[in-house]
């Protein structure tokens, strides 16, 4: 009898209807087939659509929709409707604060509409059309570039977006209203689509007795519609700049170009084609640098010779490790171990540019910057090389390199502040102007500055294979500009004299991951500056990093041009937790 119950109670339970909380994630498949539709409403959170390609055997993939939840809701407050050629998702949190991010996958071609608040949308793949309408809320479309047709517009604000494809100009409409129009196709041919007069005249609203156009097979439709969003197109997020409005190239600017190095270039190519196109066009074509070509029949050849390696050790922190001794390296080429005949610490002078921010939000302490700069040249070693270089909007470089500490003491009484920040191009112009002259000597940079960034053209992730291929070493000091305000105020008249000697950091949790990652790329040191005596206290640290390298020398069987380690050079030490970094090889036959 108990069973008898037992089994009746749970056929009641299974009847009914009961909602259930979500808390975390939850993954439900939809019934999406080629061609199908899906419509997303989400105003609490963002929202990523991702186009799947069939496999090997031409089968879709299974449509899944992926809900993230910040706090547990419950499973009505987020609304399917599907049936097997439309999907619908409606996000109703009854707790308005509650943050809800969708991740759906749909198989190609499908085509989807979207309807956002604050929240970021990312379109990816191969779709027929893409409809997203947000408030503020970033929408990044990735996808394929055959035969695009896109209808940007913008409600309540000038237009703010960052393209990889050529777009068509701005037009200003009725009501406040800014919209671009067009269509962009790989093949040359094609010809860009013309505004319709009678739809501009109407704030960009299709006419009610307009014909629906036929869409192409192939075509990627795009229909954005934003009141005050940005808009990307095959540009990633972490790509864009600080500064999106297109504007005349810096000093800084140009001198990338003039660079060659593609990766920074695209990027200002994107912040400002107009005026890239205008500059790169006058330019020679560039000649790179020969590099290690190994030719074929040479890879057995044995020539004997003896190398010497400039080589730098840290540990886990990025710390130069000292005290290090021949019995503590060993040295290999192509897996084969070499005799390590000598280690001795390397006495070769470093050229070392100090990067100054010199932008209007320092512009009221020209004289702490004037100091802290001041100090810095006296602390670095006699040997070393120092040019001064200053930078808001722009840079200027303020010496060239000189050992000669009396004239780069003069040079900081020659300088005003203001303006905006362009840090990342500083730094991208600083390695590929300045520093790349000396590749395979030893090279350094050392930044005081806020860390904040406003007006590059370059975005802060395009810079990271540039100064990994530099060899250049990053030592960021981040002094927040309201320890440079306290060390402008006399102590003696202020509010709280013990309060203004150790007035706390301020940096923006951007900057001060930027700043690790600057140092972590580079093998330097990032010092978020808390107390304005640790200035003083890094430019010793980085003093005695900068003169602890060794120079490794050993018997080599393999032929490369001088300054050129060979890729088959593997030297390592003996220490637990230690890294070799190898910055240039001389060879003596």
Partial sequence: MKTLWRNLLFLILAGCSYVSNIDGQVRRELSLGTGSTIEVVNRYGKVAVTAVAAGESGKAATPVLTAVVKNAIAEDEIRFTNTSGLARVEVKPVNRSNRVDLSITVPERSRVKITSADGEVR???????????????????????????????????????????????????????????????????????????????EGNDTPKDAKPKVQRAGTVSLDFTTARGIILLNVPPNEVMSDLRERPLTEAAKAIIRSGDTLLMDAIRRASPKYFGDYSRNLPPYRREPGLTILPGTAGVKVSSIKTASVRVTDMQNRAVAGLTADDFEAAESGEAREVLSVRPTTAPVNLVLLVDVSGS????????????????????????????????????????????????????????????????AIGYTVTEVLRPFKGERTAIVVLSDGDDNRSFLPFD??????????????PLYVPTSLIAAAATDPATAVDPLRSRYLSSDLTSKADGEGKKLAEISGGVYYRITQLSQIQTAYDDIAAQLRTA????????????????????????????????????????
């Fill in 123 to 201: 379109i990816v793949g191969d779709l027929a059309s893409a409809e997203v309408t947000t408030e503020t809320g970033t929408i990044a479309a990735d996808v394929p570039t055959a035969d695009v047709r896109y209808k940007l517009v913008w409600t309540e604000s000038r237009p703010r977006f960052l393209s990889d494809l050529e777009l068509e100009q701005v037009k200003e409409g009725s009501a406040g209203k800014f919209s671009i129009k067009g269509k962009h196709s790989s093949v040359e041919s094609a010809k860009a689509e013309p505004f319709d007069p009678e739809s501009e005249a």
């Fill in 362 to 425: 320092v512009e009221n302490y020209v004289t702490f910057i004037r100091k802290a700069a001041r100090a810095f040249v006296n602390t670095v070693d006699p040997r070393d090389r120092v040019s001064i270089i200053l930078f808001n909007e722009d840079v200027k470089e303020l010496t060239e390199f000189t050992v000669d500490k009396g004239k780069l003491s003069e040079s900081l009484d020659t300088f005003d502040a203001g303006g905006g920040t362009a840090y990342y191009d």
């Fill in 462 to 475: 395009s810079l990271m294979g540039t100064i990994e291929e530099s060899g250049a070493l990053i030592y």
């Fill in 550 to 589: 060794y120079d490794v020398t050993f018997k080599s069987e393999v032929s490369t041009p001088d300054g050129k380690p060979s890729p088959r050079l593997r030297i390592r030490t003996k220490r637990p937790n230690t890294s070799v970094q190898i910055r240039s090889v001389t060879t003596r036959h």
